[in-house]
Structure formats: C-alpha cells, structure tokens
C-alpha cells in the first residue's frame, strides 16, 4: 500500500519558517516527482512546489518563489519544503504528492496523495 506523510506543519506568527518534510512508502520515491500543495477553506487546491525525480528541476507559485525552497534526499526517500517568511495567506492544509512524470504544479496529474498538515500563519 502506498502512502505519503507530511509532517512539520504548525502555527507561526508572520515572518517565521517552517519546514515540512515528506515521506514515502510503499514506493520508490526517487522515481517520482513530488509536489507540494496547499488548500484553504473555499479555494481550489494549488500547486506551490515540485521538483522532479532525478535532474532536480523545480517548479514553483509565483506567490512563493524566493521564500520557499524544495529539496528532496533521494538517499532518504524524503522531499522537504523550507517556508520562510510566512504570510498569513500561506495558512492552509499542505499536502505532498507523487507523480510518475515530469514537474507539474496541477493537482490532476498526480498519482498519490499524503492527507495534508495543517499551517496557519497568525499573529
């Protein structure tokens, strides 16, 4: 059974970081890419960040280029996002995702699904 699990999510005030770090199971995550997503309460699901499996390609939103960083270890089958300088419109349920392809920021060409973590930003 394949699984994904988000952990790192939690409340800070504006300005503060926070990093998220994924985790996998059940596949191979090297040969994935993996996505970062956020929902908030009446939006549609965005893709903030995806890097790819092997070249390191990044993608991100244009509301967080310059203030969040994917990385991924491949040695570690794990894939982090650094949030720094946190807005209040960050706050949202942030999920990670996996998908057999290239970088993809739309939420409808990934495979597999973590059941998200919790940021709010609030001060």
């Known amino acids: 059974q394949v699984q994904l699990v988000e952990s790192g999510g939690g409340l800070v005030q504006p300005g503060e970081s926070l990093r998220l770090s994924c985790a996998g199971s059940g596949l191979f995550l090297p040969h994935f890419a993996i996505g970062w997503f956020r929902q908030s309460p009446g939006k549609e699901r965005e893709g903030v960040a995806c890097?790819?499996?092997?070249?390191?390609?990044?993608l991100y939103a244009d509301s967080v280029k310059g203030r969040f960083t994917i990385s991924r270890d491949n040695a570690k089958e794990t894939a982090d996002l650094q949030m720094n300088s946190l807005k209040p419109e960050d706050t949202g349920v942030y999920y990670c995702a996996a998908r057999w392809g290239p970088p993809s920021k739309v939420p409808d060409e990934f495979d597999y699904w973590g059941q998200g973590t919790q940021i709010t930003v609030s001060s």
């Open positions: 890097i790819s499996s092997h070249t390191g390609g990044t």
